[in-house]
């Protein structure tokens, strides 16, 4: 399975930005992808995941939720996670990631990583 991001950058406190995440090379149509993050000197956050096959919807962190949505485009193999009200806390690396199968978003249950873009939330 291959995953390549898009977006990240600099954007000032409040504004928005959006991350894609398009997968391939994958077996089976129904998974799993999960957006992580990272500051430096912290460890890996999982902030939302989301599956294209049981219609429950997307799930998100405490530190995202009602600010970050997770959607996916099943005819794409495209997944987003947009982003409003950024604060200088949301400043990190952004991960996408893939699974077959995930219960508490956690970085152990996914199998493969996109390569991460930067998020800086700066004045």
């Known amino acids: 399975v291959q995953l390549v991001e898009t977006g990240g950058g600099l954007v000032e406190p409040g504004g928005s930005m959006t991350l894609s995440c398009v997968a391939s090379?994958?077996?089976?149509?129904?998974?799993?992808i999960g957006w992580f993050r990272q500051a430096p000197g912290q460890e890996r956050e999982g902030i939302a995941y989301?599956?294209?096959?049981?219609?429950?919807?997307?799930r998100y962190a405490d530190s995202v939720k009602g600010r970050f949505t997770a959607s996916m485009v099943n005819a794409k193999n495209t997944a987003y996670l947009i982003m409003n009200n950024l604060k200088p806390d949301d400043t990190g690396l952004y991960y996408c990631?893939?699974?077959?199968?995930?219960?508490?978003?956690?970085?152990?249950?996914?199998?493969?990583w996109g390569p991460g873009k930067q998020v800086t939330v700066s004045a």
């Open positions: 990631a893939f699974s077959y199968e995930v219960t508490l978003n956690v970085a152990d249950e996914y199998d493969y």
């Open positions: 090379g994958f077996t089976y149509s129904e998974y799993f």
């Open positions: 989301i599956t294209n096959f049981d219609g429950r919807g997307a």
